[in-house]
């Protein structure tokens, strides 16, 4: 068993990831917590026998949540209207109110949108520079999203200085490559892809405020990430019907406005709709219960099934894996969502819960995961076998080995953790602590690779 002070941290990180709750009511049923363990452990109880009785007695954290809202339901109304409580909903958002920061991520998300138009004025526009944008997307978005963290969180001024300095400094260096004339040279593409999620480990620095270390936090930072897709896209189709509906209207009086629509709404919308959209997941978040549970309870089972349908028909036809390039690409990115799905179903899940059904789910997701990962990595290694090494197959090989080992210590901890053998934390800490295994791999296919082969 953990530490009593464990088991209570990772009973205050899922209580407050309630938002139902505030941090100023967490603190107060944690007091009342740590009364009652004390009056147990003087009764003649152990610290892990006490933990568990007083937190029966506390009723299970969605129960009190949903007496919290019952009691408090003028939080409801708080967060779905302009002057909502803060990120937070304590006392540590008390200086400033929700309106305040809706005018700074609009604020920020004019500047984005100032931005990746500002290239134009020096004659790099979207037509003939799009290798330009696309390799620089990652710095018209990112250091905004990164300044509202950093406005809003208690971000010592050392660390904003450093996160913009990272920024500045990627830029220079991506920018001074000197790729293949060819648009579609590989090293380009593959620092295209990987920059923005090397960078995106910065943004978690401002969104954690500094406080890194802790894994609740970050994963308090892989559950925003999960939030802000979802509200991104539902921005993009709204926005799509908005441009949609612009271009009948104007067409009915026999104006054609693609080309403003091309050069101005959609990249000043599809940047500024990235500060937005994290506004959104910051002052909108669902009082009873973040969006993951739900996600992951409908999306687990099915990719679960996807995949073991996909090994069975394999085994059963005798067909191995075509090793085409578009193939192992489509494998590389069905293994990234079902990473993903892994590491935002842990996020969601209390770590105090005994296993249940959905846990031999998640270990059934990963197992199969694990044999499609080493049967792409046999594909790819026959690849480089036929073919030789270039760009694509080296970052191809090293993502799913990556991929491979994370899966198998996932499987395993799983596996120990069902038989009771170990603590969910430690799958909690192993998931967490990976993400500075895939941000410094996208590091370095972004800014090694390109020397090294030749920015080819």
Known sequence: MDSLEDQIGAWRAHLRGRRAIAVADAEELEDHLREQIASLVGGGLSDDEAFLVAVKRMGAIDALTREFAREHSDR?????????????????SRGTDGSRKMWVALALAVAAGAAI???????????????????????????????FFAWDRPLPRSSRMWVAAIFALAAVVVNAFLFSPSAGADTAVLTTIHLPIALWLVVGV????????????????????????????????????????????????GIDVEPQVESWIVPCGVAGAAV??????????????NM?????????????LVLLAFIVTMVWTGRGIDVEREVLILFDLLLVVVFGLLL????????????GLLDWIQLTLVGTALV????ALWAIASRISDFGFTPNRVAALGENVILLINLGGSALLYARFL???VAFSRLYDWQTSYLYVLAAWAAVVAFLFPPLFGFA
Not at 76 to 92: F, Y
Not at 207 to 235: A, C, K, N, P
Request: aromatic share 14%; glycine share 12%.
């Open 206 to 253: 401002a969104y954690v405020g500094g406080q890194w270390r802790g894994s609740d936090r970050r994963m308090d930072f892989v559950r925003f990430t999960g939030e802000l897709l979802i509200y991104y896209v539902l921005i993009a189709l709204g926005g799509g019907v908005l441009i949609g509906l612009t271009f009948g209207l104007f067409q009915a009086i």
């Open 292 to 304: 993951a549970p739900v996600l992951t309870r409908i999306f687990t089972p099915l990719f679960a």
């Open 117 to 147: 138009k500002l290239p134009a004025l020096f004659g790099i526009d979207f037509h003939d520079h799009a290798p330009f944008y696309r390799l620089n997307a990652g710095f018209f978005i990112l250091p905004f999203v990164a300044a």
């Open 419 to 421: 038989r009771g053998g």
């Open 372 to 375: 499609v990962d080493a049967l």
């Open 76 to 92: 409801l109304w708080k967060q779905l209207v302009l002057s909502g409580d803060g990120w937070d909903g304590g006392s540590e």
């Open 344 to 355: 935002y179903s842990i996020s969601a899940r209390d770590s105090l819960a005994p296993p």
């Open 276 to 289: 937005i959209a994290t506004w959104l997941v910051e002052a909108k978040q669902s009082v009873i219960e």
